[in-house]
């Protein structure tokens, strides 16, 4: 079996190798990440697995503090030695151990590593200080792609790192950042590897094949995720006396209740959302984003965002009057009106021969009010829930700034059609809602609606 590709994350204190390193494995508990330079303090190994088994080793390394008094020191020793013959007495010396015992774990690694990916901060004007990193590193003979992380900030000195690198040989290198689509970046970075080390090509074109997959397989979890959670928020309702309304306290109660149990389901599908994508409900990544810091929360029933949120979503042509709000601003987003659909079901379940017991029910339901879900608070959610999805495909890091970029996410009126359609149908199958229990016999139409629903947000 061939040994999995070892490659090192090399570079320069608080350059972002730790943070690289958990996107590259989707694994943002791995290691320690932090402003503060000098973190990581050991080499640390972390395998990819594809089929069960390491086809990559990464080795995230220690932060690079004071390459140039290292290369001097090395350059002073014995001018007779080869420079792989000095890096190794460097190695075997008591500086190695003392004043660069960091620098010497650093270049120790890279000897064992295939190849390394050399993660700079782009947003660091590139001083002398960085040429001797490159300086040194390239005593251990390695093939070195560099990686410029923070490409997309305002200070990045792009054409100034690319001079330096070209000036040491490196033509080829990454672009990355927070905010560019993490997948593609993925996929050049195995394929530029593979222009690095021919003889594992065929390995890492299977490497970022595998991911592909992955990654499409993560989208389609997700989007059924949320299509479930959709279709069981649709069919969710609370029946209510008629007289109890009458009440204000018991009426407010009765609505904060539903509302509650409405957001305790969608936050629990955003931590599987989380879950699916390698983040954990209290990873700090995952604290950043908007829909766990309770921000979304407060909007959903606000009635002034689902107003405007139904202009851009597109919704108020399609859905028309729901958007109205009337004049009970406690109900934004939320109707409360006959008990029509259970109405409906009883009403066929009387005809087919139930005779006076349909008929008492029928009677009853005339007492009833149902408080549901409107499509616009729907609609809503599915556009919270896209663009959390799309931050996390993206990287956990920086998602907030992923997040107001995308926020003007918006439905075509074709998805709008389409969703609002499937919520029709769930709002006459009690059975699919978020507190009630799937029968079997419904399974397979609830399947087919999700997945419709799924089609339609991912359009
Ligand atoms: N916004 C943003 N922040 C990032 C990115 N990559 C890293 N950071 C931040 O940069 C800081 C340093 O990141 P680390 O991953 O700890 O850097 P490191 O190179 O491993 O640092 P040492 O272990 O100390 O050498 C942390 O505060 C990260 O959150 C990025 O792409 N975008
Ligand atoms: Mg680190």
Not at 141 to 157: E, G, S, T
Not at 258 to 267: G, I, K, M, N
Not at 412 to 440: I, K, Y
Request: hydrophobic share 50%; charged share 20%.
């Amino acid at each position: 079996m061939a040994k999995p590709i070892a490659l090192a994350l090399v570079g320069h204190t608080n350059a972002g190798k730790t943070s690289l390193l958990r996107t590259l494995t989707r694994r943002a508990d791995f290691g320690e990440v932090s402003n503060r330079p000098g973190t990581t303090r050991q080499v640390e190994a972390l395998g990819l697995r594809i089929d069960g088994r390491d086809a990559l080793r990464f080795l995230d390394t220690p932060g690079l503090e004071d390459a140039p008094a290292l290369l001097d020191y090395v350059q002073q020793l014995d001018a007779g030695l080869s420079r792989e013959q000095r890096l190794q007495a460097f190695l075997r010396g008591p500086a190695a151990q003392d004043e660069f015992e960091q620098e010497a774990k650093v270049l120790r690694c890279l000897l064992e590593a295939d190849a390394a990916l050399l993660v700079i901060d782009a947003r660091e004007v590139p001083l002398p200080k960085f040429a001797s990193e490159i300086e040194l590193l390239m005593l251990c003979a390695r093939p070195l792609m560099p990686v410029l992380n923070f490409v997309c900030h305002p200070h990045a000195q792009e054409p100034a790192w690319r001079r330096l690198l070209a000036d040491h040989g490196l033509h080829a290198y990454l672009r990355f950042d927070a905010v560019a689509p993490f997948v593609g970046a993925e996929q050049h970075l195995y394929a530029d590897l593979g222009a690095l080390l021919p003889e594992r090509r065929e390995a890492l074109t299977a490497v970022a094949e595998h991911l592909r997959r992955e990654a499409q397989a993560r989208r389609a979890a997700s989007l059924t995720l949320m299509s479930d959670l959709l279709l069981g928020l649709a069919a969710y309702r609370e029946t209510i006396q008629k007289a109890s309304l009458a009440d204000p306290a018991q009426k407010a109660r009765r609505i904060a209740a539903f509302q509650a149990q409405v957001l305790a389901r969608s936050r629990a599908a955003q931590i599987q959302l989380l879950g699916l994508h390698g983040f954990g409900p209290d990873s700090a990544e995952a604290a950043e984003l908007p829909a766990l810091s309770g921000r979304w929360e407060s909007e959903l029933f606000n009635a002034e965002v689902l107003k405007s949120a139904g202009k851009r979503l597109g919704a108020g042509a399609a859905i028309g009057g729901a958007i109205g709000l009337g004049l009970d601003v406690a109900l934004a987003g939320l109707s409360l009106g006959a008990a029509a659909t259970v109405g409906a079901a009883i009403g066929g379940v009387a005809s087919q021969g139930l005779g006076a017991v349909g008929r008492s029910l029928g009677n009853k339901l005339r007492g009833i009010a149902e408080l549901s879900l409107e499509d616009s608070a729907l609609l809503l959610l599915a556009a919270q829930g896209l663009t959390l999805l799309q931050a996390l495909e993206r990287r956990g890091h920086a998602a907030l700034e992923v997040l107001q970029i995308k926020a003007e996410l918006a439905f075509n009126a074709e998805q709008v059609a389409a969703l609002a359609a499937a919520f029709r149908v769930a709002r006459a199958h009690p059975d699919w809602a978020v507190t009630a229990q799937l029968s079997p016999s419904e399974a397979a139409q609830q399947q087919r609606h999700s997945k419709a629903v799924a089609t339609a947000l991912g359009l």
